[in-house]
C-alpha cells in the first residue's frame, strides 16, 4: 500500500513540473502574479480584511485559553502524582 501512495504522490509531482523552458517561464509568471494578487488583497477589500482579523482575533483568544487550560490540567496532575509519591516518567517529551 505505501509503494502505491508512493507512486501515486510521485506521479503528480511529475505532472506538475514544467517540462520546457517555456512552461517554467509561464509557471514563475502566474507565480508572481498570483502574489501580487495576494498581496493587494486588502487595498481592494478592506471590509473582508477587518473581519477576517476580528476572526483571526478571537481564534487566537480561544486558542490561549485552551493552552491555559491544559497547562493547568498538567500542573494539577503532576502535584497529584507528587504527592501520592509516584514515580515520575523518564521521558516526558518537553511536557514536564
Not at 486558542?63 to 521521558?91: L, W
Amino acid at each position: 500500500m505505501f509503494l502505491i501512495r508512493l507512486a501515486f504522490w510521485a506521479a503528480l509531482i511529475v505532472m506538475l513540473l514544467p517540462s520546457s523552458h517555456q512552461d517554467k517561464q509561464d509557471l514563475f509568471v502566474a507565480a508572481e502574479k498570483t502574489a501580487s494578487d495576494f498581496y493587494n488583497f486588502c487595498d481592494r477589500n478592506p471590509d473582508v480584511c477587518v473581519k477576517a482579523e476580528a476572526a483571526f482575533t478571537q481564534l487566537l483568544q480561544k486558542v490561549k485559553v485552551g493552552v491555559e487550560m491544559i497547562e493547568e490540567m498538567m500542573s494539577e496532575r503532576q502535584e497529584e502524582r507528587t504527592e501520592a509519591g509516584v514515580e515520575q516518567p523518564r521521558h516526558t517529551y518537553g511536557l514536564s
